[in-house]
């Protein structure tokens, strides 16, 4: 059985930077699909950022070029980078796992995921 253990979420000013980790259990994190994906209250769940099978990158257009989603295979954990944080990346942040590929189309698309983390919140202050 796949865990998924979100932690790093926290509070920050504007312009800001936090690290999100999750811890997979189960399965090495070795070399599927994974991903980060984030809800704001009143809005519906939306593709953060994805890194496939092949270690193939995707990110929402809205945080490409301040967040980076990163494998540390040593320690098992996907990791996600956010730098110049801004209050409309407020959210609750979770992590998920998907099949060996999802595809360039599908990996900001949560059906492609069959794990879930339970969510870590982000708050950025303006």
């Known amino acids: 059985q796949v865990q998924l253990t979100e932690s790093g979420g926290g509070s920050v000013q504007a312009g800001g930077s936090l690290r999100l980790s999750c811890l997979v259990s189960g399965r090495t994190v070795r070399s599927y699909c994974m991903g980060w994906f984030r809800q704001a209250p009143g809005k519906e769940r939306e593709g953060v950022a994805s890194?496939?099978?092949?270690?193939?990158?995707t990110y929402a257009d809205s945080v490409k070029g301040r967040f980076t989603i990163l494998r540390d295979k040593a320690k098992n954990t996907l990791n996600l980078e956010m730098n110049s944080l801004k209050s409309e990346d407020t959210a609750m942040y979770y992590c998920?796992?998907?099949?060996?590929?999802?595809?360039?189309?599908?990996?900001?698309?949560?059906?492609?995921?069959?794990?879930w983390g339970q969510g870590t919140q982000v708050t950025v202050s303006s």
């Open positions: 998920a796992a998907g099949p060996d590929y999802c595809g360039y189309f599908k990996r900001l698309d949560d059906d492609e995921y069959g794990y």
């Open positions: 890194i496939d099978g092949d270690d193939s990158t």
